[in-house]
């Protein structure tokens, strides 16, 4: 078992915190995420976005309904919560009348922060957040992390999320326009490339192969031009 940043929780030798920066986006950010994958995501976002945004933090569990945290923020009259999830009904940057439902308050971007399977169950038993204000995107992105398993394409992760919200927000000129979210996606490319290079390294018989007889893990990987 290697050593791990206490921060990015990254193996030492993959440590990604000398590319982030801390954005002050103008959106409060809370990332719920499942206990089981809270140490363990091997390729989640979530914690490099609290890394790398100013007003951000993760909060773990599965039923939040009393969570005290999430429940002090929802009922302070300082934020606007959303949940970022996609519904014909849901708000986008640009919507009619968001800019006035919004006023004043601060948009608290609520993220489930979790794979597929563990973002159901959290659902399930936190069912209270459906009935949030949710919020989408305007645009249609495709995640650039392209060995993610998601059930769909156009799943994006929880960093690429919080970077296009920024943007379709700035776009509609409701969070200032001078802060720069580029960070976001300079430490997600670069998350990508330390992966594809581990993964390139097992098949090549220079680290350890935890997939010996998965097919996945026996091809190499081109390094993408970002
Ligand atoms: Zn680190």
């Given amino acids: 078992m290697s050593v791990r940043c206490q921060k990015c ?15 002050d986006s103008g959106v409060k950010f809370v990332f719920l995420t499942h206990p089981k994958e809270y140490r363990k995501q091997r390729t989640g976002t979530g914690r490099l976005a609290k890394i ?15 969570n005290s945290r999430l429940c ?14 996609p519904d014909e009904n849901a708000w986008n940057a640009k919507k009619e009348g968001f800019s006035e439902a919004l006023g004043s308050k601060k948009i608290l971007a609520i993220l489930i922060d ?18 949030l204000p949710k919020m989408t995107f305007l645009g249609v992105y495709r995640s650039i992390f392209t060995f993610k398993k998601e059930p769909r394409p156009e799943c994006v992760s929880t960093i ?12 509609a ?6 802060t720069n979210p580029e960070p976001l996606m300079t430490v997600f490319k670069q998350m990508i490339k330390d992966q594809i290079r581990a993964e390139n390294e097992r098949i090549a018989g220079l680290r350890p192969n935890t997939h010996p007889n998965d097919w996945k893990y026996t091809k190499m990987r081109e390094m993408p031009k970002f």
């Fill in 9 to 23: 929780f990254r193996p030492m030798d993959f440590c990604l915190c000398k590319y982030t920066s801390e954005i």
């Fill in 114 to 131: 979790a794979t597929w399977f563990c973002s159901r169950k959290i659902l399930e038993h936190s069912s209270f957040l459906l009935d």
């Fill in 52 to 66: 790398s945004l100013k007003d951000s933090e993760i909060l773990v569990g599965v039923d939040f309904s009393e």
């Fill in 173 to 178: 000129k409701l969070v200032s326009q001078e």
């Fill in 160 to 171: 690429e999320t919080c970077y296009y919200l920024i943007r379709e927000l700035q776009d």
């Fill in 72 to 85: 002090s923020l929802l009922s302070d009259e300082a934020y606007f919560p959303v949940l970022l999830y």
